[in-house]
Every structure is written in structure tokens, then in C-alpha cells.
């Protein structure tokens, strides 16, 4: 019974655990979310700058699962290179273990006040603090789990059936190395199996074992993520996995050696198992960087690209399903969703163009704008004849697909006849904006590419709270192109020669930026309005 009782402890200190990170994720997400992309798709210019970014997103998120997926849809969207987004990765695994050595640093007594200010925040209105909050009361969660971690491995550490199961992995390496790595993959966090190491206490060598273990495991479940993906997502998940593969299995036989030389190494006391997980992922960092490229190359043979189908017009539009309006619905906003997935892929070439100041990629904007206007008006006609039978439920669902496919129309007008010449006129007279401005504008790109997705997200699920954050994003868009605008100017008076040259084109791919996303966000606006949370004048009452 009492083995009963200490296996229920340790499975809800780990659940405990597993949970205050979920918790820091999703509030770092709701307050930081965009920052932090914004921050991942903008450094990483040069590879110091990719890595600091990816170490700095794993440590806002908690999670170099949600780092490496992020990448990978950066990557998908050509605004990452394979290379940098190893790179990245590398950065992220770091991150990871300073989560653990900070965790495990001995601030216990800090979880009440964690805790209480993280519930203050959490009553507030504006996300940023609502967010962070959320954040504060997961930190406080995790270090209450170490505690409870710690409790319930307490009698395990003197337990006869314990000692013979560790001795029987201490001569087998090999296969404590898989039982973590299971054990990781299971848990989706390589995080919560270090800690668990931590609180068991073991001979060195078990303990490298099971660290490398928890490493490798996991690389595992972005693999698992990314399955689906295009094959330029799943390159940058299969490339960290095959990287931590390599370091494990270099690092194994020496499990003894590097146990001991840790253990004396004069670092703070967080724990052999923290300390290990650290100095593997840094020197594992230090080993790859320079390989990253041929890294990169190799992924790219093992999964080269898919030959793409065109579609010559709608898959979607099913005549006979005209006479059920719920089937005729589901139809259309399939329809939509693929145009949808156009338009972002005209942004995606159009920022590649900028960023790599060629035009090669715009000549297939002016492709995809004929086909975006081609489906935008077949929904439109198939709609118009919908059954009788439509109630008001569906018509009012049948505006809403209507207002959506009419709204991405403009942005790819907007893409086409504003964004894409105005980037051949920067190719093609050889005109270099500043380094602030340049960043301000990729910036912008980089919004405006998360906010079509959310938006895509949002026309398929109807979230409520994805179309209040949204609707917020649509005034840090409105203040970051004033605040930028006024900043172009201020360059203009001190004579920025490069601003000088860039001023009107500077301002009109702001201004083009700010009405695409516009556009975008007014996929919110059904849904808030349904809900009484839209005023019809922004004017203040007086």
C-alpha cells in the first residue's frame, strides 16, 4: 500500500510540474507571444543573433518544443535559412537547461509571493499583465513540484527494490539512456525527467546516462509535431534530433568519466543531473555551431522538397452539396482557408524578395493574385446560391465566409500592386534602407505574416479569445507604424543619407503593411461583435 502511495505522490509532483510549465507557456504566449516571434524571425541575421534568440524564446516559453516549432514554421515560410535555424535550436537547448538551473537554485521560498503576485496580475484586463500573471503562477507551480518531488522520491532513495532496479541500469547505460529518453518523450519535456533525476540521487555514470537520455528524448515530440509539415519544417526538427542523437552517442561511453569531472567542477549546488544537462548542451552548442551548414545540406538530401500540384480551380465547391446549406458552408470554408493559404504565400515571396533583394520571387505573386481573384469569385457566386433551406444561422455564416475571401482579395491587391513594386523599386535602383529602418519593415513583414495565420486560425475555429488578442495586435500594428514613421522622419533631420534616398518607399511599405493587416484582422470582427465586445466609433465619449 505504501508503494501504492509514494508512485501517486511522485506521478502528481511530476503532473504538478509538467503543468506549472504549460501554465508559464501559455502566459508568456498571451502576453510576449508576438514579441517573441517577432524577436525569433528578426535575429537571426547573423548566427550569434540566432542563438541568443533561440536561448531567449525557450527561456520566455519554457519549452524548446514550442521554440522548435516556431522556427519551423519560420523556416516554412523561408524568413529563417535551414542553417540559422539549427542554429537556433542550439540556443533553445541551452535555454532549456538554464531553465533547470534556475529552477533548481533553491527559491522555494519565493513560491508564495509568486504565487499571490501572479493572481493580482492575472485579474487584470490588459493581456500583457493577465499573461504574465499566468506566467508567475506556473513558476510558482514548478518550484512547489521540486518540493513534492523531493518528498516523494525521499523513500524511494532508501528502498531496496530501488537500489537493485538502479544497479541493473548502472550496468546497462544503453538502456537507461532509452528509459529516460521514453520517459522524455512521454512527458514532452526533457525538463520535467532532469528534475526527476535530480531528486533520485545516483552514481554519476547513471546519472550522465539518464541525462542524455532526457536530451535525446526530447528532441523527439517536434519530430512528432512537425510529421505533417512541409518538408522545410520538418528538416529543422529532424536536424536537432539527429544532432542530440549524435552528441548522446558520442557522450555515452565517457558517461563515467564526465559524471565525475562535473561533480568537481565549482559550480553553485543545483545538482549533478542540472549540472550535466548544462555543460552537455553547451559543449554540444560549441561542437555543432560550425557544422550547422553541412547539417543543414544533409537534412535537405534526407528530406528534399515535394513536388507541388497546382490547382487549376476549386476543391471545395461541391454543386449537389448546394441544396445542404452545412455541407455547402463546410465547402466554402475549406475554399476559403485555401485562399487564405495563397495570400500568405504571396506575403512569404514578397518578403523573401526584400530580405534577399532579389525579384525572382515575385514573379510568382502576380500567379497567385490571378488565382486569388479567380476563387474569391467563384465563393462568391457559389454562395449566392445557396439552398432555400439556409436559415439565418447559415446566411449570417455565409456573409462571414463572403466578408473573409473579399478582405484577402484586397490583400493580395494590396501585395500585388503596392507591396511587390514597391520592392522591385528597392531591387532594382539599388536603394539600401537604414539599419533601423530596414528592421522596422522586417519587423512589420513578420507581424503581418503570424497575424494571416491567426487570422486563418481564427475563420476555422471562431475563438473568442485568438480574435480579442488579435484585435489588440491591430493596435500595436497602428503604433508601431506611427512610432516608426516618426522615427524615419527623425532620421530624415539628422541627414541619414540612406533614409534620405528610402523616404517615400519607406513610408508607403508602411502604410501598405498597416492596410494589409487591417484586412486581416477584420476576420475578429464577427465574432467580437456577436459577443458585444465591438463599439461602432473609436471616438471617445465626451
Known amino acids: 500500500m505504501q508503494s501504492v502511495s509514494v508512485v501517486l505522490q511522485l506521478a502528481g509532483a511530476v503532473a504538478l510540474l509538467l503543468f506549472g510549465l504549460r501554465l508559464v507557456r501559455d502566459g508568456a504566449t498571451e502576453a510576449f507571444g508576438m514579441r517573441l516571434k517577432m524577436a525569433l524571425g528578426l535575429g537571426t541575421r547573423t548566427g550569434p543573433r540566432a542563438f541568443v534568440s533561440g536561448l531567449l524564446a525557450t527561456l520566455g516559453l519554457q519549452s524548446s518544443t514550442a521554440t522548435a516549432l516556431m522556427t519551423a514554421s519560420f523556416v516554412e515560410r523561408d524568413v529563417i535559412t535551414g542553417r540559422k535555424a539549427q542554429i537556433v535550436l542550439l540556443g533553445a537547448n541551452v535555454g532549456t537547461a538554464l531553465t533547470a538551473w534556475i529552477v533548481s537554485a533553491g527559491l522555494e521560498a519565493l513560491v508564495p509571493f509568486l504565487l499571490l503576485t501572479g493572481y493580482v496580475l492575472r485579474r487584470q484586463v490588459r493581456v500583457a499583465y493577465s499573461g504574465a500573471g499566468l506566467a508567475l503562477m506556473g513558476i510558482g507551480l514548478m518550484l512547489l513540484s521540486l518540493t513534492l518531488l523531493g518528498q516523494a522520491t525521499a523513500p524511494l532513495r532508501g528502498s531496496e527494490a530501488m537500489a537493485a532496479f538502479l544497479s541493473l541500469l548502472n550496468n546497462a547505460w544503453p538502456v537507461a539512456m532509452l528509459f529516460a529518453a521514453a520517459l522524455a518523450a512521454l512527458c514532452s519535456s526533457s525538463l520535467a525527467v532532469v528534475m526527476l533525476i535530480l531528486t533520485l540521487g545516483m552514481e554519476p555514470g547513471l546519472t550522465v546516462a539518464l541525462v542524455l537520455g532526457a536530451n535525446l528524448g526530447g528532441a523527439l515530440p517536434p519530430v512528432l509535431a512537425t510529421l505533417r509539415s512541409d518538408p522545410s519544417a520538418r528538416r529543422v526538427t529532424v536536424g536537432n534530433l539527429i544532432v542530440r542523437s549524435v552528441g548522446c552517442l558520442v557522450m555515452l561511453p565517457l558517461a563515467g568519466f ?285
Do not use: C
Open 258 to 542: 564526465a559524471g565525475q569531472a562535473v561533480s568537481q567542477l565549482p559550480l553553485p549546488p543545483t545538482g549533478l543531473a542540472v549540472e550535466v544537462h548544462l555543460a552537455f548542451n553547451l559543449l554540444l552548442a560549441v561542437a555543432i555551431w560550425p557544422f550547422s551548414g553541412v547539417i543543414s545540406r544533409v537534412v535537405e538530401w534526407m528530406l528534399p522538397d515535394a513536388e507541388k500540384m497546382e490547382e487549376a480551380g476549386t476543391q471545395w465547391l461541391d454543386e449537389e452539396a448546394l441544396e445542404t446549406p452545412a455541407l455547402a458552408l463546410a465547402g466554402a470554408s475549406r475554399e476559403a482557408l485555401a485562399i487564405g493559404d495563397i495570400v500568405e504565400r504571396m506575403m512569404v515571396q514578397t518578403h523573401t524578395a526584400f530580405r534577399k533583394n532579389d525579384a525572382a520571387p515575385l514573379a510568382e505573386v502576380s500567379v497567385l493574385e490571378d488565382r486569388v481573384d479567380r476563387l474569391q469569385q467563384e465563393v462568391k457566386v457559389y454562395l449566392s446560391r445557396l439552398g432555400r433551406e439556409a436559415g439565418e444561422a447559415d446566411r449570417r455564416r455565409a456573409i462571414n465566409i463572403l466578408d473573409y475571401v473579399i478582405n484577402l482579395e484586397h490583400v493580395g491587391d494590396i501585395i500585388d500592386k503596392g507591396l511587390g513594386p514597391e520592392v522591385r523599386k528597392k531591387i532594382g535602383l539599388g536603394l539600401r534602407f537604414s539599419e533601423e529602418g530596414y528592421r522596422e519593415l522586417s519587423g512589420m513583414f513578420v507581424m503581418t505574416l503570424e497575424n494571416i495565420k491567426v487570422a486563418q486560425t481564427i475563420f476555422m475555429t471562431g475563438d473568442r479569445d485568438l480574435a480579442k488578442q488579435l484585435m489588440e495586435v491591430k493596435v500595436d500594428i497602428r503604433k508601431m507604424e506611427r512610432q516608426s514613421a516618426q522615427r524615419h522622419f527623425m532620421r530624415l533631420q539628422d541627414g541619414d543619407a540612406a533614409s534620405l534616398q528610402t523616404s517615400s518607399l519607406h513610408l508607403d511599405m508602411l502604410r501598405d503593411l498597416k492596410r494589409v493587416n487591417a484586412h486581416v484582422v477584420s476576420v475578429a470582427h464577427p465574432i467580437l461583435d456577436e459577443e458585444g465586445l465591438l463599439v461602432e466609433s473609436r471616438l471617445k465619449a465626451v
